[in-house]
């Protein structure tokens, strides 16, 4: 089995548009598809971690332009968060995976408290960690949360599932020329101002040599091909030298 994986722990980002389909909300199809396409990697020995975003219920900054107090709404976003990831650790226990959920907000009744030692030692025992409500800290968003756990808990790789399968110098959806690039560097990605993540999340990558690979959830086997050290998606990493 261990000859069948480029990776023996990686972090997952999954947006929360991810678990709503073709919509907003929460899809049940989905996220059971979710959980199956993790099975897969999981069952090749790969230790999972998962940061799940809010964005398919609330994003901060939208409902700030609403006029709510920014770092409440926030606060709000870190707790759909929580949603997310409970559904998503209920579809993955009915797929046959131990799993625990921690949060960057204590919240005791309902998941444990995020510890890195405890987060480390459920990983190396098989455990799915679902790392939920963000960072713990407004004005931040869940894909600097992922970065942030993915160093923390020495990832070797954070996979950032989309829509799309990679990164490209145009939205490929309004622009069929737009090009996708299979390898990237951060400086580019930044100086491009590439959507690849927010600006804090590709840095902190970049600062710590996180290798990420964008990726399309939706394309089944994605996830597993990469396992398997296949080429899909686009890698973001130091090593290119120019835009390919
Ligand atoms: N959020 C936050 N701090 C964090 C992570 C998330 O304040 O560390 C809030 C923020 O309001 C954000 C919302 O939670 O808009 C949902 O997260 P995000 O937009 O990153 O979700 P995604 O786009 O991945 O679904």
């Given at each position: 089995?261990?000859?069948?994986?480029?990776?023996?722990?990686?972090l997952?980002?999954?947006?929360?548009?991810?678990?709503?389909?073709?919509?907003?909300?929460?899809?049940a199809?989905?996220?059971?598809?979710?959980?199956?396409e993790?099975?897969r990697?999981?069952?090749l020995g790969?230790?999972?971690?998962?940061?799940i975003?809010?964005?398919?219920?609330w994003?901060?900054a939208?409902a700030?332009?609403?006029?709510?107090?920014?770092?409440?709404?926030?606060?709000?976003?870190?707790?759909?968060?929580?949603?997310?990831?409970l559904i998503?650790?209920?579809?993955m226990?009915?797929?046959?995976m131990?799993?625990?959920?921690?949060?960057a907000?204590e919240?005791?009744?309902?998941a444990e408290p995020?510890?890195?030692?405890?987060?480390v030692?459920?990983?190396?025992?098989?455990?799915?960690v679902?790392?939920a409500a963000?960072?713990?800290?407004?004005?931040?968003?869940?894909d600097?949360?992922?970065?942030l756990?993915?160093?923390?808990?020495?990832?070797?790789?954070?996979?950032?599932?989309?829509?799309?399968?990679?990164?490209?110098d145009?939205?490929?959806?309004?622009?069929?020329y737009?090009?996708?690039?299979?390898e990237?560097g951060?400086?580019?990605a930044?100086?491009?101002?590439l959507?690849v993540?927010?600006s804090?999340?590709?840095?902190?990558c970049?600062d710590n040599n996180?290798?990420i690979?964008?990726?399309?959830?939706?394309?089944e086997?994605?996830l597993e091909?990469?396992?398997?050290?296949?080429?899909?998606?686009?890698?973001?990493?130091?090593?290119v030298k120019?835009?390919?």
């Amino acid at each position: 089995m261990a000859a069948e994986r480029k990776y023996q722990r990686i972090l997952l980002k999954l947006s929360g548009e991810a678990l709503g389909g073709q919509g907003f909300g929460i899809d049940a199809q989905t996220v059971q598809r979710i959980a199956a396409e993790v099975k897969r990697v999981h069952a090749l020995g790969v230790e999972v971690a998962m940061v799940i975003g809010g964005g398919n219920m609330w994003r901060g900054a939208d409902a700030a332009a609403t006029g709510i107090d920014r770092a409440t709404a926030d606060y709000v976003g870190m707790l759909a968060t929580v949603m997310n990831s409970l559904i998503m650790q209920d579809a993955m226990e009915k797929h046959g995976m131990a799993t625990r959920v921690q949060t960057a907000i204590e919240m005791p009744p309902v998941a444990e408290p995020f510890i890195r030692r405890r987060a480390v030692r459920h990983l190396e025992k098989g455990r799915v960690v679902i790392l939920a409500a963000g960072s713990g800290n407004p004005f931040f968003t869940t894909d600097t949360a992922a970065a942030l756990r993915a160093v923390e808990l020495n990832a070797q790789v954070l996979l950032k599932a989309t829509k799309v399968d990679g990164i490209y110098d145009d939205d490929p959806v309004k622009n069929c020329y737009a090009r996708k690039f299979d390898e990237i560097g951060y400086m580019q990605a930044l100086n491009m101002g590439l959507k690849v993540m927010d600006s804090t999340a590709l840095s902190l990558c970049k600062d710590n040599n996180m290798p990420i690979i964008v990726f399309d959830l939706q394309q089944e086997g994605a996830l597993e091909a990469i396992m398997r050290g296949e080429k899909c998606g686009t890698l973001v990493s130091k090593d290119v030298k120019e835009p390919v």
